[in-house]
């Protein structure tokens, strides 16, 4: 898949995803595309800066994530089984705008600016009990923990 086969993200999707972001709880809002039950899971996400997503990971083979940049700055984070880190990759205009993260692979976003969209693929019929793993080793979303754990995360980037 290419950026030219990206569904069209109009002005007012733009507007109403990222305050339905602002409204929520975690931050973030998607913007869900695929039929329930599609076998091909597409989605835009719109994230603002504080939203914290547990580390987890896809735990199926056809399970990686494609993730394109389609505006604002983002990092992901990949650790190893213990919660070290491991690698980073940023996703920014004019530069790397797409990745791939590996099925059976632990990972986070961290955006690095006010607000971020990604347009996100993976394959796999979405059933929240397999679809991912949360890293028992992160702090759970919405604790005070988890806001401190994020702060660290961020601290590398500035």
Do not use: C
Not at 39 to 62: C, G, K, R, W
């Amino acid at each position: 898949m290419n950026h030219d086969s990206l569904q069209a993200l109009s002005d007012n999707d733009l507007f109403e995803g990222l305050l339905k972001a602002k409204n929520s709880p975690r931050l973030r809002h998607p913007k869900i595309l695929h039929s329930p039950g599609a076998e091909f899971n597409t989605v835009f996400n719109f994230i603002l800066y504080d939203s914290y997503m547990q580390p987890h990971m896809h735990p199926s083979a056809e399970k990686h994530e494609d993730i394109y940049l389609i505006s604002g700055k983002l990092a992901i984070l990949y650790f190893d089984d213990f919660g070290a880190l491991v690698e980073t990759n940023v996703l920014e205009d004019s530069k790397l705008q797409y990745i791939r993260v590996p099925a059976f692979t632990w990972h986070t976003y961290v955006m690095l600016t006010d607000q971020v969209v990604t347009y996100e693929t993976m394959n796999g019929i979405y059933d929240p009990t397999t679809w991912k793993s949360l890293a028992s080793w992160a702090p759970p979303e919405g604790t005070l923990e988890a806001k401190i754990y994020l702060s660290n995360l961020k601290a590398a980037f500035i």
